[in-house]
């Protein structure tokens, strides 16, 4: 059974920074492609970056290029998304996603609010 456990948002102030921690389980995390989406109030699910298996490309959203990193650790099953310059029109719940075959799969996601 395919879980995605993300962790490290918070409250940070405009121009601070974050990094999220997806914990990944019950599939071979190594064989698929990661995403990170998020969610503001009131908006749809967006697609945030994607990292492939070993790391070799990474997409962006345009309102994050620059700012956010995405990375993984296939040795620790884990995917991470560093943010940088961060502004309140990133406020939203994050959630990780995997490209695995069959339904999809959704954490609980972690809610990230920036506001001085």
């Known amino acids: 059974q395919v879980q995605l456990v993300e962790s490290g948002g918070g409250l940070v102030q405009p121009g601070g920074s974050l990094r999220l921690s997806c914990a990944a389980s019950?599939?071979?995390?190594?064989?698929?492609?990661m995403s990170w989406y998020r969610q503001a109030p009131g908006k749809e699910r967006e697609l945030v970056a994607t990292?492939?298996?070993?790391?070799?490309?990474?997409r962006y959203a345009d309102s994050v290029k620059g700012r956010f990193t995405i990375s993984r650790n296939n040795a620790k099953n884990t995917v991470y998304l560093q943010m940088h310059s961060l502004n309140p029109e990133d406020t939203a719940v994050y959630y990780c996603?995997?490209?695995?075959?069959?339904?999809?799969?959704w954490g609980q996601g972690t809610q990230v609010t920036v506001s001085s």
């Open positions: 990292i492939t298996t070993a790391g070799g490309s990474r």
């Open positions: 996603y995997a490209h695995v075959p069959g339904p999809d799969y």
């Open positions: 019950g599939f071979t995390f190594s064989s698929y492609a």
